[in-house]
């Protein structure tokens, strides 16, 4: 499975959106991009995952770049409770998932 | 939506004593579970991947004779952590993804804290 790469932790106001990048060079034409997120001390919790299109739900949208080596996650209004570590991983069929060491952000009052 | 639910969410232990953590899915079935530890302030590290009705297939460090794994049925795989000391003291998690279908998410339990004194 191919490698990620987040930066270690980012801020954000509350009530704005929190863009979330992942560089992911090397995917394969197969490889799916995950994004999970880890409040303290509790179990991660799935956000939402895509293969190349964009993809939205309740909780945020994926933005994946055409080429594929890059995506973005979007929380459009970030809240208190959004701070978490938030992992980006690549992955094929149903593997296990190999957690890198995620970006921590912190939604500021 | 699919729920994993790991029991007991805390444990304390003493050395030298074993400690068994259960992992659930409950509402589908998971031919394959996944057993993951977090250090403070660290990542999950993948432990093992759970085989229903066959041996675990252990990461490359992790001691198999020391976290016994057994996933007897399609919705519940246990962990057992053999004679237990200090330094195993860490946060379990399990995950588990629905048998028979490709690429989907994997939905993780709440996490068990362990501690051995």
């Known amino acids: 499975d191919a490698k990620t790469t987040q930066p270690p932790s980012m801020d954000c106001a509350e009530g704005r959106a929190a863009n979330l990048p992942c560089n992911h060079s090397?995917?394969?034409?197969?490889?799916?991009v995950y994004w999970y997120r880890q409040i303290h001390s509790q179990g991660p919790q799935y956000i939402i995952h895509?293969?190349?299109n964009n993809e939205t739900n309740e909780m945020a949208s994926l933005i994946i770049t055409e080429d594929r080596k890059s995506s973005t996650l979007i929380l459009p209004h970030a809240t208190l409770r959004d701070t978490a570590v938030y992992y980006c991983i690549v992955q094929t069929g149903a593997n296990n998932l190999f957690f890198g060491t995620g970006t921590r952000l912190t939604v500021i009052p | 939506g699919a729920v994993v639910s790991q029991h007991p969410s805390r444990v304390i232990c003493k050395s030298g004593t074993s400690v068994k953590i259960e992992c659930r899915s409950l509402?589908?079935?998971?031919?394959?579970m996944f057993w993951y530890r977090q250090f403070p302030k660290q990542s999950l590290m993948l432990m093992a991947t759970s085989n229903e009705g066959s041996k675990a297939t252990y990461e490359q460090g992790v001691e198999k004779d020391k976290f016994l794994i057994n996933h007897a049925s399609l919705t519940l795989s246990t962990l057992t952590v053999t004679s237990a000391h200090p330094e195993d003291s860490s946060f379990y998690i399990c995950?588990?993804?629905?048998?028979?279908?490709?690429?989907?998410?994997?939905?993780f339990g709440q996490g068990t804290r362990l501690t051995v004194v």
């Open positions: 895509g293969l190349k």
């Open positions: 995950s588990a993804r629905e048998s028979q279908v490709q690429n989907t998410e994997a939905f």
């Open positions: 509402d589908f079935q998971a031919t394959t």
């Open positions: 090397t995917i394969s034409g197969n490889e799916y």
